[in-house]
């Protein structure tokens, strides 16, 4: 079967620093995905000049404007992956395919985010009724209009991605016996690996009893359950792997990219649910968990990192389910048990602080974390690690994950 | 504390949008809201219900449809108590409880609401509660949809 199995490589990273929400005031999200671009070029020993495509998710910026900018000279790939932050991964095999196809050479893929008088979920700042009117189709970052089937979930006060997670998590809760004390191991386990990567936001100590003591945000989820507002940009350069080769830094394959889910998951998580019941208690990530470690030719035990999707502390546990380390339903014990804690875990998880305690650059930060563990140079360092699994989601579809691989 | 949202009550999310801003698959549900009665549209060709109104029947493609009424009783799928208000202005109806509640009547999924379940205890409701439906006639256009524990 035709693939684009380990035919492209990420060979360059970039980013500016990652900062609190509305910190990276006065630059722009314009001039930090800037920053990053020109800065993963320069990571991969490579020009303005070699760029010729964009391969992006959540529409993140506009190829136009960055082209006409940074003076892109020829443009020839332009796409972005439909829906938010599920989609992060994707983008990495959509520009594996365009170059594996020939339609460019060097696709940059990034995420820039500045939340000055804009907030990821539509949440106080003016957007609380935005959020609410969104339907069918939405994405958490803007809405179109108000469609008829707004109003059948507007007056409901579910206003947040932190309200509609928890109906995923009480109903796993419910149907597995999942506790709070074992989605706490999510949180303190980042936490742990936050306290030693110099770049993380949240690196101060957080204890089972803080876990406990913190406020409940939105049952069952409380403080340390849900991401951080960030700001910041990520971007990562992709090329053939015979160029690859030749360029600067060691290459990291893309031995595998998927995107999509289930149709019925739709947009799920947002003002839909009629999610069927097999997959309700679900990340929605098992259909693209099974075709990506098809085109891998790889499983779930060959993985020596896995960074996950980690906006709300319990997706991680459900997403340990359904990319197969461990049995539907027993993503708590699983986790209760140690395993995915950096150095003594079966497989370390979020080795850099993830969206919880390192950043939310929704995204795009598991990625970098991906490749230098890859490269060897991470603040967390997986010895040996040569397999690394990252996703995008869960969300509303599509979401994504990618086995990326050391090239050895 | 005063705020855009009017007196509120703990445990009741207020009413935000005032219009339906209906089209004609969707009007028939706020129609029958107005007389206290739950309609959920329904595939003629299969016979699947779905919420909400949509043009196509997601199990068998068809368009065609009318609209069944039913009890208006069902079973909490799950839910989440929202403890901290996203707004400030909505400190005062915190800690409310939404969720998702699955239709009496219906075929399981395709045919479950997201609404406010009132009356409830937020320490002690529960997945498998069983709810009834309650409407607010906010105006002559909008009827609000919660649910609250059986009562008879």
Known sequence: ?408 | MAGDFGPLTKGVFPTILFETHADEMAQPFWDAAKDDRLVCQHCTGCGTFRMPPSPFCFKCQSRDHDFRELPGTGTIYSFTVVRHPLHPDLIDCCPYVSGVVELDGTQGAGARMLVNIIDVDPDTVKIGDRVEIVFEHVNDEMSTPRFRPITS
């Open chain 1, 1 to 408: 079967m035709n693939t684009i199995r380990d035919k492209c490589a990420i060979v360059g990273v970039g980013t500016t620093e990652y900062y609190k929400r509305g910190q990276s005031y006065p630059e722009t999200e314009l001039s930090m995905a800037c920053t990053a671009i020109l800065a993963a070029l320069d990571d991969a020993g490579l020009t303005i000049d070699d760029l010729d495509g964009f391969s992006i998710y959540s529409s993140s910026c506009d190829p136009a404007t960055v082209g006409a900018e940074l003076g892109v000279p020829e443009i020839r790939w332009a796409t972005t992956t439909t829906s938010g932050g599920g989609g992060c991964v994707g983008a990495l095999g959509v520009a594996a395919a365009a170059i594996a196809t020939g339609q460019a050479t060097t696709i940059v893929s990034l995420m820039t985010l500045q939340q000055l008088n804009k907030r990821l979920g539509g949440s106080a700042v003016g957007g609380m009724l935005q959020y609410a009117m969104m339907s069918e189709g939405g994405s958490p970052y803007g809405g179109s209009g108000i469609a008829p089937s707004a109003a059948f979930t507007a007056n409901n006060g579910l206003l947040s991605p932190g309200h509609s997670f928890a109906q995923i998590t009480s109903r796993h809760m419910h149907l597995y016996g999942t506790t709070r004390e074992q989605i706490a191991e999510v949180a303190l386990s980042s936490r742990r690996n936050a306290s030693t990567n110099p770049r993380a936001l949240r690196p101060e100590p957080l204890t089972i009893d803080d876990y406990f003591n913190a406020r409940m945000i939105n049952d069952p989820l409380c403080l340390f359950d849900y991401t951080m507002e960030s700001d910041g940009a990520v971007a990562v350069i992709t090329t053939s792997v015979e160029r690859a080769r030749t360029l600067r830094q060691p290459p990291v394959l893309i031995s595998a990219a998927s995107h999509g889910g289930a149709g019925r998951w739709g947009p799920a998580l947002f003002k839909y649910f009629q999610t069927p019941d097999e997959h309700f208690a679900t990340s929605g990530h098992r259909p693209v968990a099974q075709r990506m470690y098809e085109m891998a030719g790889v499983g779930p035990s060959d993985v020596d990192v896995a960074l996950l999707y980690d906006h709300f502390a319990p997706m991680v546990l459900i997403q340990l389910e359904d990319y197969g380390f461990c049995p539907i339903g027993e993503g708590g014990p699983f986790v209760a048990d140690g395993n995915i804690r950096y150095g003594t875990g079966s497989i370390p998880v979020n080795t850099h602080g993830g969206n919880l305690s390192e950043a939310y650059i929704i995204g795009m930060t598991h990625v970098r974390e991906a490749v230098e563990q890859l490269r060897g140079t991470a603040a967390n360092q997986v010895e040996g690690a040569e397999v690394a699994l990252v996703t995008g989601g869960p969300a509303g579809l599509p979401v994504s994950g990618a086995i990326l691989r050391k090239d050895v």
